[in-house]
């Protein structure tokens, strides 16, 4: 059962808390430009998800993306610089909170447009297969995505060329405040993935370890050319869609119900329940990943912002070409 990364589980789960708590007051406090999705309550599905994949894999996501990338490797300091939009930050300040990537772990970014991750992952997946590697690729996306033609397009071509691709949905029941029965024709949407002709399985995404499970089953499949899976974890968020919106628009008892099943205290409870570990080290985890965020924080407050010139670096592999296209001139 993996019982030897149960506790590795619990603390990357714990880094995400405190990052995004911490983010949350940084923002509420007047110290962060932009917008903030939190996926507090979500953390399940970013933690399993990524301990399945090897950090040479390949892994896009979405607009509420913090988890996700932390879980797959980006340091906590540069994704908080990041959103402070210092030079420090994973992406020198160009892509803040929705647009966190770090390619030296595989992150192809988080990604301001809904299921506009999906193709970025499934190119990556082709690239896989063209150039014989035993990598895999894996999108995260919403529920609020299902619907939409990047992702079946994804799934399409992903079947069609028998891809190592992973679709991982993060069921969180609501796209905006919109609910799930008022946005997807059938609720059951993994008869959508048998309908490509691969296989979809639902999981309960408030599990660490039956997501860990469900998608490591996946990733060596795909790596051993076997193809994609469709795979929907089932969760909650526990704030409103973004920091701006209090989230009352949900029904209370829905909400407690949901933070009663918050996968943080169950996997804490499953791992004291199997003597992995005592109250006083978890606490201990605690504890140094709120220390590692504080420090995080003093290190971006301290940071330079960028200079006006470096706002076209980076973002062109050859740079000279880069300049020129901006300023209309062909290769
Ligand atoms: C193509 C596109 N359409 C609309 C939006 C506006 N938008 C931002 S988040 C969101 C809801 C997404 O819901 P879901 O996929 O369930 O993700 P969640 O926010 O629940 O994590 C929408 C419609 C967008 N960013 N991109
Ligand atoms: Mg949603």
């Known amino acids: 059962m993996h019982q030897d990364r149960w506790i590795d589980f619990y603390r990357t789960m714990t880094r995400i808390r405190a990052f995004e708590r911490t983010a949350r007051e940084v923002y509420t406090a007047g110290k962060l430009p932009g917008f903030l999705h939190l996926s ?44 402070y939009g ?47 590697t035993d990598q ?24 069609l060329w028998q891809l190592p691709m992973i679709f991982v949905r993060q069921n969180n029941r609501y796209a905006e405040s919109t609910p799930l029965v008022e946005h997807t024709g059938i609720v059951d949407v993994v008869q959508w993935a048998c309908g490509y002709g691969m296989p979809g399985i639902r999981v309960d995404g408030n599990d660490v370890v039956e997501v860990y499970n469900t998608v490591y089953t996946a ?76 420090a995080a924080v003093a290190a971006a407050e301290a940071a330079p912002k960028p200079e006006l010139h470096e706002a076209l670096e980076g973002l062109y592999v050859d740079e000279q070409l880069g300049k020129q296209a901006l300023q209309g001139v062909r290769p």
């Open 40 to 83: 507090i309550g979500q953390e399940a599905i970013a933690t399993g998800a990524c301990a399945a994949l090897r950090s040479d894999d390949f892994m896009a996501s979405t607009h509420r993306g913090h988890g996700d990338t932390i879980a797959k490797g980006v340091s906590v300091e540069s994704a908080m610089a990041e959103l």
């Open 219 to 294: 990733v060596e499949r795909a790596r051993m050319g076997g193809g994609p899976t469709f795979i929907d974890c089932e969760t909650y968020r526990h704030y409103g869609h973004n920091i701006g919106d209090p989230g009352t628009g949900r029904p209370k008892d829905e909400v407690e119900a949901w933070k009663a099943r918050d996968p943080l205290e169950r996997h804490r409870e499953r791992i004291l329940a199997a003597g992995l570990a005592t109250e006083a080290d978890l606490d201990t985890i605690d504890a140094e990943e709120q220390a590692r965020m504080d």
């Open 136 to 159: 895999v690729a894996l999108a995260f996306f919403g529920d609020g995505a299902t619907g939409s033609g990047p992702l079946h397009e994804g799934m399409n071509m992903s079947m």
């Open 86 to 132: 210092r030079v420090t930050g994973s992406c020198r300040a160009k892509g803040g909170s929705m647009h966190i990537a770090d390619f030296s772990q595989g992150i192809l970014g988080a990604n301001g447009i809904i299921a506009a991750g999906v193709p970025i992952a499934v190119g990556a997946a082709l690239s896989c297969k063209l150039r014989k």
